[in-house]
């Protein structure tokens, strides 16, 4: 038996090592592009002055959309005590914080002063929604780390430093106090994010008061199906049942539902200011983006179709939903729905400007916005460094409880 184990180890750890190199290159990546901004600025990025966000800015709004699964679980199990979702909790929290720190890695460069990081919080505008919204980001990446921590000192690296244990018990009694906190404050963050475009009544694209609430849905639904995605890759890599097979059938249904909640949604949004209505401002936009840019194809092909009706069904089908590789396609395609429309909704009020819209000649009918290498090396870096945390965190912390093995 125990020459089994040592060669399935043996096995495993050649593919481990690939992996764990080709991590190792992609933050090499990030970290030269980073450098080259830093000491260039953002002259070396596709940004301008008509498009002042852009990969980076998509990036942080999908990292903190994806990581909204740890107030979900948190809220879940520690307010409405659905204590059966429990085995996923820590696995949450670990992608919540994961995502918020790759938005700050993303915002650190995209700020273009990262040396003055530090001003929301001494000059404050408390008219501002982004104002609004780093602080509360601020706040809720606290709050994650102080739920972090617990499983940091619970590892086996601390087996001799028990007064840093027990600092993780106590701080691991607080939990469902910090789930409430930080109920509050990511519901908050993730409206607002929403609302800083809905809110801006110069450009007619974003002007609505439906996307506070199609970020918040559209968040719950990706970082609930993020968890769910990581922790059945983990468990076939494993070769375990990491959380029990009901709980994961039930979780897969809940994001099927929250899929649909926010198609409706999402529908009526579009049929309110695209079909029944033809607002001056919104229909010039629309006709530019369809008529130069690929706008209609990701919209209804990768947003709605690949990225909700898709997921959708085979998540809410019962033969599918019992179906893990389905399961595991339906949850990337609904990943990668949710990220498009954070792309689509950045730069669809961007790339098509108003005539009026100040240093913008009247007449323009399209800005234009190519991401440069350095974009696509940063993030692709700050990819690298997600996947490796989590990589190593699964490996030497109790991410999940005592497993399953699946049966044959």
Known sequence: MATVQMVARRRLAHPLAWWLALLLAMIAAG????????????QVTGLNDRVPWGL????????????AGAFTFSAAVYLFRIKRLE?????????????????MLALFLDIGRPDRFWHP???????SVLWEITLCVILYSTVLVLEVLPMVFDSRFFDHRPRLREFGHRLHRLTPILAVVGMGLSLLHQSSLGATYGVLSGRAIWFKPSLPIMFILSAVMGGVGLTLLATILTGKLRRQQLVPRDVQLQVARFVGYAALAYLYIKLWDWAATSYYSHAPGTADALTRLQATTPYTLTFWWWEIVLGLLIPAGVLLYRPLRHNDRAVLMALGLLIFGVIVNRWNTTLSGLIAPPDWSPGVLGGVVLASYTPTWVEIAVSVGILGYALLAFTLAVKYLRIYGPSHPEHA
């Open 31 to 42: 970290l030269v592009g980073g450098v080259y901004t830093l000491l260039h600025g953002l």
């Open 56 to 67: 980076w800015i998509t990036h942080d709004l999908s990292a903190i959309a994806l990581g």
């Open 121 to 127: 919080l001494v000059y404050w505008n408390v008219h």
């Open 87 to 103: 085995p996923l909790t820590r696995a949450a929290v670990l992608v919540g914080f994961l995502g918020y720190t790759s938005a």
